[in-house]
């Protein structure tokens, strides 16, 4: 009669042990964690002023546009940086015949990023640009999400307050999501096409997380695109209100978990190389960025994977892909 070796009967019961620890953990999860993200606009946070200074309630996702392209530009502390990206933002939009709309979403500034907005208000009216100030600090994702179920756009793009994308690169991605043409679609701009400059630039520490965050995001996330993380896409309008009312993440790797949503939901997604320039005055920590964007995304498969989060049921009525 063959005996088993003691050391495999080690390993036999090490793996049942984590086998055992992995249930728990998931029964846990599922149980403690809400499926659906629970979206709550404050009374000041669903008004803008208009350029006479009266507070007027915002549109919402679920009406039908009224203009052609939604711009939402989430702030914080940006009083130094936002002049100039509108400025550029609104120059080439003014110099179109579509119809816009610029909404600048203030996530809890300690500085005057609201007022800076509100001077563009009176500039150009409030029909063009509009201010939300939130009550508190939300974090990107949260408050591009704000933005973007306040919008009033057939398309639309949201853009980073330091202006680091050159804003005329926006008629690239109207191109490539025109030839998806259908009622859902996604459009990233992208600078993997610099990869191999910017390796040059970082130090080895940076280039080291950065492969590492792309193997992540590969890995655990979203197969489609390269550049997950470049502040600049486009989306229309159904997949915007489908993706929206149904993200978690609100800090910086909302982006991956917007992208999977897509995935899991067959919305297409392309990706187009973009004029991208590095802005001072960044107040991201990229150490501590990596670190949560690492554990973002792994609870985010994690999460999904074990039925813990859902997408919104009532956003997804009616849904097909044409």
Known sequence: MLSIPCCFMDLIYILECALLLVMVLGIYIRSTTNPHPTIVFWPSEDKYKTNDGKSLKFDDIDDKPTVDLSVIVPAYNEEDRLPAMLDEC?????????????????????????????????????????????????????????????????????????????????????????????????????????????????????????????????????????DTQCGFKLLTRDTGRIVFKSLHIERWAF????????????????????????????KLNPILAAVQMFKDIFFLWCKYALGAWKLNVSSLENFKLD
């Open 90 to 226: 609104l120059e080439y939009l003014e110099g179109r015949k579509t119809s816009y709309e610029v909404i600048v979403v203030d996530d809890g500034s300690k500085d005057k990023t609201s007022d800076i907005g509100l001077k563009y208000t009176k500039q150009y009216g409030s029909s063009k640009v509009r201010v939300m100030t939130l009550t508190r600090n939300r974090g990107k994702g949260g408050a591009v999400r704000m933005g973007m179920l306040r919008a009033r756009g057939a398309q639309l793009l949201f853009a980073d307050a330091d202006g680091a994308t050159t804003f005329s690169e926006l008629s690239k991605l109207e191109a490539e999501l025109d030839k998806l043409g259908g009622k859902h679609g996604i459009v990233c701009g992208s600078r993997a096409h610099m990869q191999d400059e910017s390796i040059a630039s970082r130090t080895f520490f940076r280039t080291v997380l950065m492969y590492g965050f792309h193997f992540c995001v590969w890995i655990f996330a979203v197969k489609s695109i390269r």
């Open 255 to 282: 982006d991956v978990e917007m992208l999977k949503i897509a995935e899991m939901l067959s919305i297409p997604t392309r990706e187009v190389a973009v004029r991208w320039t590095e802005i001072d005055g960044s």
